[in-house]
């Protein structure tokens, strides 16, 4: 599909998912090579958002490794809050572990350092950001982000397991506000 609606308003196709799995793949490799003969990490994946990618990531780990899922929400409509919101808490022991938190998308930075904070507070060995999408435009953070899959402008996109007030998600693309 070149174009999609979702609720009042089209996005055009901005990114195939042909183009989203190379990229996935390139994150992969990156981590393949970083974690190679370490200690088993535990991939953090933020949801809804990052569904997809941390599936289609894990397939493509080569070493034993955890996965575990919190959920944290800064957006209404098409934009961020500002406020992060800690819906599904995490749960799982990293003292001592090496975490990879695992994001869709890092624009702001808000989400990412709220759980960043988190994790360290428990006590984690190491903590790596691997994102997909990447918007040096808007990012205010702090952080290091040590794997991007893509670089993008600060525009608004759905799909590949980003919404819209809800939809979009499922699509396998990833489509920019038109």
């Not at 901005?14 to 994150?27: P, T, W």
């Not at 409509?77 to 992060?84: C, I, L, N, R, Y």
């Not at 994790?119 to 903590?127: C, D, N, Y």
Request: with cysteine; hydrophobic share 40%.
């Amino acid at each position: 599909m070149k174009t999609v609606k979702l609720w009042d308003k089209t996005f055009a196709l901005s990114y195939s998912n042909e183009a989203i799995q190379k990229d996935v793949e390139k994150v992969a490799e990156s981590i393949n090579s970083d974690f190679s003969g370490e200690e088993q990490p535990i991939f953090l994946s933020v949801l809804n958002g990052s569904f997809m990618f941390t599936a289609d990531l894990l397939k493509r780990i080569n070493f034993p490794c955890e996965v575990s899922f919190v959920k944290l929400a800064s957006y209404q409509g098409t934009s961020s809050t500002g406020d992060v919101n800690q819906l599904i808490g995490l749960t799982e022991n990293l003292e001592g572990k090496h975490v990879i938190i695992v994001e869709d998308i890092v624009d702001t930075g808000h989400t990412l350092t709220k759980l960043y904070k988190l994790v360290q507070e428990h006590r984690a060995a190491s903590v790596r950001i691997a994102t997909l999408l990447y918007k040096p435009e808007s990012y205010h953070g702090q952080i290091k982000i040590d794997y991007i899959g893509k670089t993008i402008p600060n525009d608004f996109i759905v799909g590949y397991g980003l919404d819209y007030d809800g939809l979009g998600r499922n699509l396998a693309d990833i489509y920019t506000l038109a």
